[in-house]
């Protein structure tokens, strides 16, 4: 079974910043793609980031994102990141952490193969 966990999610004023962890036990992580995705209330689910497999030398931003957040990888910790910067009101949601077993960067929450839990990231006024 294959376990995804995302930390890092809290409380933080607009224009703060956060980072996000998350922790997969496939193995070898580096062969795996890394996604981060987001749920808002009310809304649908969507895409944040990626980072492809290996090095991650291939990245993918959502446009409301880009210039913000930064994804990385460290694969000797079987973790990925997302660092959150000059955050928004709207960038309140839930943050889920994914694992594509196809190693890229897609957009697409289909092409993810397992998920974590989600952790709330709540920015304030």
């Not at 973790?79 to 839930?94: F, G, P």
């Amino acid at each position: 079974q294959v376990h995804v966990v995302e930390s890092g999610g809290g409380l933080v004023q607009a224009g703060g910043s956060l980072r996000l962890s998350c922790a997969a036990s496939v193995r070898p992580f580096s062969a795996y793609g890394m996604g981060w995705f987001r749920q808002a209330p009310g809304k649908e689910r969507e895409f944040v980031s990626a980072i492809s497999r290996w090095s991650g030398r291939f990245t993918n931003y959502a446009d409301s994102v880009k210039g913000r957040f930064t994804i990385s990888r460290d694969n000797d910790r079987n973790t990925t990141y997302l660092h959150m910067n000059s955050l928004k009101l709207e960038d309140t949601a839930v943050y889920y952490c994914a694992v594509t077993v196809g190693g890229g960067v897609d957009d697409r929450p289909e092409q993810y193969n397992y998920w974590g839990q989600g952790t709330q990231v709540t920015v304030s006024a």
